[in-house]
């Protein structure tokens, strides 16, 4: 397979671009690739390019771009934001959110969220080497780390949240009445109107720390009408595998695996 | 959380009941519990009991079975057909089948398979502690390798297998026609009358290696009548993340993360 390389510059036929140290390091100590091999160069907004490589140093290198293999296309505008983890899970849900074509990946800190020194830098390496090889044009920015009260206050109204409460329905009949009734999460999904509609509409996903939320969040959440609580079975799911879950039913029930789907810009 | 320990003995209330080394290890040692501690224990047949820790010695221990906290429950009867991929995403494999509710995980060996030695007994005790943290009250059991075809050979036939079919219709074309056709898996799991039952239906996912089903397996696989060609979405996933998709998207469609369902026995 020939290896991809995302291209944080602008890309055109005929030009050349450079390549980083990472790069080249990679290219020739991993892939034992030389000058004169073929690779594929991408990004979000110009698309996907046949390549060469044309200089391979210590400090860094070039490519000459060819001819274009793959147009720009419309991708799924899909946030996560999700409870840092401890570092293996944490960097399992970077990429497997980024394979699941998640556009932001936004970690939130939450009450019982036990923080590491978030590295924003080497997660956004991960998304980036997830997206080389999942086939994906664009990479998902990773954010600064949020309180989750700033983020909701912050929040745009019309931009629903699925709110995946590991807890269900166990501790909240305090809220409850059907506003407040955590339902299974395709059957939220399903209720949505944007099945009707042929283009995927913006979404969010929330997912919690391994204690999961707190009451006093879980009340402030379902205070909002742009928020809906969902449950995942009944079994207790870790951080990352109710991440993976979530984003595969989101993309099965109103995103781009669908059939028919227009993802063409 | 008080911890839980899966017994594969008979479990009644006033009974004793043997604690292995390994357990008695991870007692003391991890979770530093002494003499007279609480725990759970669990299995599927009985249940899952109180119990309290009466002996804690190197070479094994004692626990005092209490009253029952949990009756048996009726679970989803789902088969995990995988191809086994190496070390790290195997063990991913093991540990979130499991937690999605798998009741039996069964490595196939197809020809792209990278077949690393098979530890049976390791991918055991790795289903076992994760069906202690999920708080499911069985444990899948772990087939020996088999090998694609003599699997499919021995196939009841009433009894459908969705196939993830990485490669979807790229390569397929020459399969042609609707029968063939390698429709969105959430599609293929709805289109399943087993929607209109309360009750879960058997099932199976079959999911490949790393490099995917070779052509003359897909188009043997595709020639039975119980196998159902699914995709998963327009990105390449690695083998781990293909299964937390399908599995969640099997329980969510005609699984026991639906509401209602019969889950008592």
């Known amino acids: 397979m020939t290896p991809r390389l995302y291209i944080d510059a602008t890309l055109a036929t005929e030009n050349a671009v450079a390549l980083s140290q990472t790069q080249v390091h990679y290219l020739k100590n991993v892939l034992r690739k030389e000058e004169g091999s073929e690779v594929l160069v991408f ?100 954010d600064k780390p949020i309180k989750l009260g700033a983020l909701i206050d912050a929040w745009p109204q019309d931009r629903r949240i699925i709110f995946c409460d590991e807890a269900g329905d166990d501790e909240t009949k305090e809220w409850g009445g059907q506003d407040g009734r955590a339902a299974p999460i395709l059957e939220t999904l399903n209720r949505t109107d944007s099945k009707a509609q042929q283009d995927v509409v913006p979404g969010a996903l929330l997912t919690g720390p391994e204690g999961g939320f707190s009451p006093a969040e879980r009340a402030m959440l379902r205070a909002n009408s742009f928020v809906a609580p969902v449950t995942l079975g009944p079994r207790i799911l870790r951080a990352d595998t109710a991440v993976i879950a979530a984003l595969a039913l989101w993309q099965s029930a109103v995103g781009d695996w669908r059939d028919g789907v227009v993802t063409d810009a």
């Open 43 to 142: 990004n979000g907004n110009e698309g996907e390019f046949s390549a060469k490589l044309v200089e391979l140093k210590k400090r860094g290198g070039l490519a000459a771009v060819g001819p274009r293999t793959r147009a720009p296309e419309k991708e799924p505008d899909l946030t996560l934001l999700f409870a840092p983890v401890k570092r293996g899970p944490l960097e399992m849900i970077i990429q497997k959110a980024t394979e699941l074509g998640v556009s932001r990946l936004a970690p939130v800190l939450t009450e019982r969220t036990v923080a590491p020194k978030l590295n924003i830098e080497r997660l956004q390496a991960i998304a980036i080497e997830a997206a080389e090889q999942c086939g994906r044009l664009s990479v998902p920015s990773v």
